[in-house]
């Protein structure tokens, strides 16, 4: 009780919420862009799982035949998807034998490395894909449109920060 005493008039107000020393004002418009940010994650997150519950599929699913189409030719190795999906070999194993057995992907052998195969996307998971996630993105593309080129450069920018703020961060370790 006698550090409550000892507080004088002259001392800054405590900050509510954040660990920033900015001006109040700053503090405010930092807090802002913060919780729209975390507002939007949230929204992702969630439309991400009503996506994965209508197709049926678990996150990694989803984000491997994600990642499949976005290549050229719509195929990978599995080894490319353990690094990106940061899994086991035998995770993806399992993984891909569920997505061959509902249509959405195909081994394939390869032709340089008979020992090795391919998986692609199927014609199936890309019409799936696309129809379960067309209206979303068409919404998402409206607003980025609607934007003056300037804000659009600034978003980008943020958002680039923002990603290298977080990737630049290690995990903490507890001291044993």
């Given at each position: 009780?006698?550090?409550?005493?000892?507080?004088?008039?002259?001392?800054?107000?405590?900050?509510?919420?954040?660990?920033?020393?900015?001006?109040?004002?700053?503090?405010?418009?930092?807090?802002?862009?913060l919780e729209a940010l975390r507002t939007y994650r949230a929204a992702e997150?969630?439309?991400?799982?009503?996506?994965r519950d209508s197709m049926s599929m678990g996150e990694n699913e989803l984000?491997?035949?994600?990642?499949?189409?976005?290549?050229?030719?719509?195929?990978?190795?599995?080894?490319?998807?353990?690094?990106?999906?940061?899994?086991?070999?035998?995770?993806?194993?399992?993984?891909?034998?569920?997505?061959?057995?509902?249509?959405?992907?195909?081994?394939?052998?390869?032709?340089?490395?008979?020992?090795?195969?391919?998986?692609?996307?199927?014609?199936?998971?890309?019409?799936?894909?696309?129809?379960?996630?067309?209206?979303?993105?068409?919404?998402?593309?409206?607003?980025?449109?609607?934007?003056?080129?300037?804000?659009?450069?600034?978003?980008?920018?943020?958002?680039?920060?923002?990603?290298?703020?977080?990737?630049?961060?290690?995990?903490?370790?507890?001291?044993?």
């Amino acid at each position: 009780m006698a550090d409550v005493d000892a507080q004088t008039s002259e001392e800054p107000p405590a900050t509510a919420g954040y660990w920033y020393d900015e001006s109040p004002g700053q503090r405010e418009r930092a807090r802002r862009v913060l919780e729209a940010l975390r507002t939007y994650r949230a929204a992702e997150s969630a439309m991400r799982r009503r996506t994965r519950d209508s197709m049926s599929m678990g996150e990694n699913e989803l984000l491997a035949l994600r990642f499949l189409l976005r290549q050229p030719d719509h195929s990978a190795r599995p080894a490319e998807l353990v690094k990106y999906l940061g899994v086991t070999s035998a995770s993806i194993t399992t993984m891909l034998d569920r997505l061959e057995k509902t249509g959405r992907i195909e081994r394939l052998a390869n032709p340089a490395d008979r020992r090795s195969i391919f998986v692609k996307a199927t014609t199936h998971a890309n019409e799936e894909v696309r129809e379960t996630l067309g209206r979303m993105h068409g919404l998402m593309y409206d607003v980025a449109v609607g934007m003056s080129p300037e804000a659009q450069e600034h978003v980008v920018d943020f958002l680039r920060r923002m990603s290298d703020a977080v990737d630049g961060v290690d995990p903490v370790v507890p001291e044993s």
